[in-house]
């Protein structure tokens, strides 16, 4: 069985603000190869501004090509660039819409619009190609 090594008594893990401007510029990259990328978000700790050590990245990609199952979406975009690991809801403005505006009585749908309203911030917007720098409404 592998066993990593350590050369260092102590582990290092990326400064929030140096994954939110990695998140950054990775969307503005990703923007020139995808037409239909509207925003990107961070939310979960990224969102809160709580995260730490061992914390992974929760994004929010606004796609206006999105289509397919979840996982096949996912697949397009190269996550693997990002300094951490990540979980990513690829959505559609329309299906960001109805998942913000989901009844109580989808219990599930409903904690998810919560937590994306409490902790969702938007770190790059289409805008920002076209002129605005508006990267913090929701």
């Keep these: 069985m592998p066993v990593r090594l350590l050369t260092q008594s102590r582990l290092r893990w990326p400064e929030p603000q140096k994954v939110l401007a990695a998140v950054h510029a990775w969307a503005a990259e990703q923007?020139?190869?995808?037409?239909?990328l509207r925003k990107v978000g961070v939310f979960g700790s990224y969102g809160r501004g709580d995260a730490g050590v061992g914390s992974d990245l929760d994004l929010v990609l606004i796609d206006?090509?999105?289509?397919?199952?979840?996982?096949?979406?996912y697949r397009r975009w190269?996550?693997?660039?990002?300094?951490?690991?990540?979980?990513?809801?690829?959505?559609?403005?329309?299906e960001w819409d109805e998942l913000l505006a989901s009844p109580a009585t989808d219990c599930a749908a409903h904690a998810m619009a919560n937590a994306l309203h409490r902790d969702c911030r938007w770190v790059w917007c289409r805008a920002e190609v076209e002129g605005?720098?508006?990267?913090d409404d929701t």
Excluded: K
Aim: hydrophobic share 30%.
């Design 78 to 94: 190269p996550f693997e660039q990002l300094p951490l690991s990540c979980d990513a809801l690829v959505l559609t403005e329309q």
């Design 31 to 36: 923007a020139l190869r995808n037409d239909g």
């Design 132 to 135: 605005s720098t508006n990267t």
């Design 64 to 73: 206006a090509n999105a289509s397919g199952p979840p996982r096949q979406r």
